[in-house]
């Protein structure tokens, strides 16, 4: 099996977003808006205090056993543990919870919780051990000093970064999984999610565009597919303009 130590490729696309950022006043000038935006919300945000119950019931179209049956078929070496990210940890209830039920079926593992801000909630696991570390920072400029079996964002940054930054930033996370590991990340097309739109002079649908995408990983050593959210199951805390449109599922192959 490949080392899990880190691959040069996540540093390049970091690289990447960063001289788009720095050669594009605009650019930068938006994202540092949406970054402002996003730190006023993490205190409040509701998918940020989701419980493993409600991923579960985000996820199902994906995994329809269940995430943790998902989490369970994932190769590692013996006596390694499991690396996980949650990019967009919130207040941590969904982290903590997984920890638990990867404790309860013997699976050693590491979660990191990566945030803009650091909430009290989210403080206080660190400190109970029942999140193991905590990254404070834009996931756009993060490079994981270890590659991941699991990394989940369904309420960060491949989802509320710009559309300029999308591509680089999946690119960016996929290659920083471990050979069969799995990237979980809501995902939207910002104001480009009309169904039909022109590139090039040529009428694309939306179903279309998410096809290339999904092609386009394959040819670099992922499987990807989407998945609609329509169907989803909503809570009492979700609000519905913040359940994303589609779920990206993105697993390493070589």
Same mark, same amino acid.
């Not at 909630?121 to 400190?127: D, P, S």
């Given at each position: 099996?490949?080392?899990?130590?880190? =691959?040069?490729?996540p540093?390049?696309?970091?690289?990447?977003?960063?001289? /788009?950022?720095?050669?594009? +006043?605009? !650019?930068?000038?938006?994202?540092?808006?949406?970054?402002?935006?996003?730190?006023? !919300?993490?205190? *409040?945000?509701?998918? #940020?205090?989701?419980?493993?119950?409600?991923?579960?019931?985000? !996820?199902?179209?994906?995994?329809?056993? #269940?995430?943790?049956?998902?989490?369970?078929k994932?190769?590692?070496?013996? =006596?390694?543990?499991?690396?996980?990210?949650?990019?967009?940890?919130g +207040?941590?209830?969904?982290?903590?919870?997984?920890?638990?039920?990867?404790?309860?079926a #013997?699976?050693?593992n590491?979660?990191?919780?990566?945030?803009?801000?650091?909430?009290?909630? !989210?403080?206080?696991?660190?400190?109970?051990g029942?999140?193991?570390?905590?990254?404070? $920072?834009?996931?756009?400029?993060?490079?994981?000093?270890?590659?991941? $079996?699991?990394?989940?964002?369904?309420?960060?940054?491949?989802?509320?970064?710009?559309?300029?930054?999308?591509?680089?930033?999946?690119?960016?996370?996929?290659? &920083?999984?471990?050979?069969? #590991?799995?990237?979980?990340?809501?995902? &939207?097309? $910002?104001?480009?999610?009309?169904?039909?739109?022109?590139?090039?002079?040529?009428?694309?649908?939306?179903?279309?565009?998410?096809? $290339?995408?999904?092609?386009?990983?394959?040819?670099?050593?992922?499987?990807? /597919?989407?998945?609609?959210?329509?169907?989803?199951?909503?809570?009492?805390?979700?609000?519905?303009?913040?359940?994303?449109?589609?779920?990206?599922? *993105?697993?390493?192959?070589?």
């Amino acid at each position: 099996m490949k080392s899990e130590k880190m =691959n040069k490729a996540p540093r390049r696309y970091v690289k990447k977003i960063k001289e /788009k950022v720095r050669e594009n +006043s605009r !650019l930068r000038r938006r994202l540092l808006e949406q970054l402002n935006k996003s730190r006023k !919300l993490d205190p *409040i945000w509701s998918l #940020g205090k989701l419980r493993y119950s409600d991923y579960n019931d985000i !996820l199902r179209p994906a995994f329809s056993t #269940g995430l943790l049956d998902a989490i369970k078929k994932i190769p590692r070496r013996k =006596n390694r543990r499991l690396r996980i990210i949650e990019d967009g940890a919130g +207040s941590g209830i969904f982290s903590a919870e997984l920890k638990e039920k990867l404790n309860e079926a #013997g699976i050693p593992n590491e979660i990191t919780a990566l945030s803009l801000t650091l909430t009290p909630q !989210l403080k206080e696991k660190h400190k109970t051990g029942k999140i193991d570390r905590i990254v404070l $920072g834009p996931a756009e400029f993060y490079v994981l000093k270890q590659e991941a $079996g699991v990394i989940i964002s369904i309420s960060s940054s491949p989802q509320y970064t710009l559309y300029e930054l999308k591509k680089n930033l999946l690119l960016k996370f996929a290659n &920083s999984l471990t050979k069969g #590991g799995i990237f979980i990340s809501a995902f &939207s097309l $910002g104001r480009q999610i009309i169904e039909t739109r022109k590139i090039n002079g040529k009428e694309i649908t939306l179903n279309e565009r998410l096809k $290339g995408i999904e092609r386009t990983m394959k040819k670099r050593g992922f499987e990807a /597919k989407f998945y609609p959210t329509k169907e989803f199951k909503m809570t009492k805390e979700t609000k519905p303009e913040e359940v994303p449109p589609f779920i990206l599922v *993105i697993k390493r192959i070589r």
